[in-house]
């Protein structure tokens, strides 16, 4: 009794290589992948933000301080 050929691994030249063109393929196509990891982004940059929130603001106000006090020097 022959074993088929999905289970023995010898599929057949053809077989092989249709396989390895639609693998390509799905490969190569992006559609709507652009969307999602654009979104995915922002939900990280958004989740950064409210984890470290009172850093970021002490980071600006400092910033801004300096700038402040050096502009008044011109």
């Known amino acids: ?3 088929h050929s999905l289970l023995t691994n010898e ?3 053809e077989v092989q290589k249709s396989s390895l063109k639609g693998f ?3 490969l190569k196509e992006e559609d709507g992948m652009g969307t999602v990891e654009v979104i995915l982004i922002i939900v990280v940059l958004v ?3 409210v ?3 009172n850093q970021i603001t002490e980071i600006v106000e400092s910033l801004f301080g300096r700038i402040t006090s050096q502009t008044n020097r011109l």
Do not use: A
């Open 1 to 3: 009794m022959k074993k």
């Open 11 to 13: 599929s057949s030249p």
């Open 24 to 26: 390509s393929q799905f």
């Open 47 to 49: 989740g950064l933000v």
């Open 51 to 53: 984890l470290f929130k």
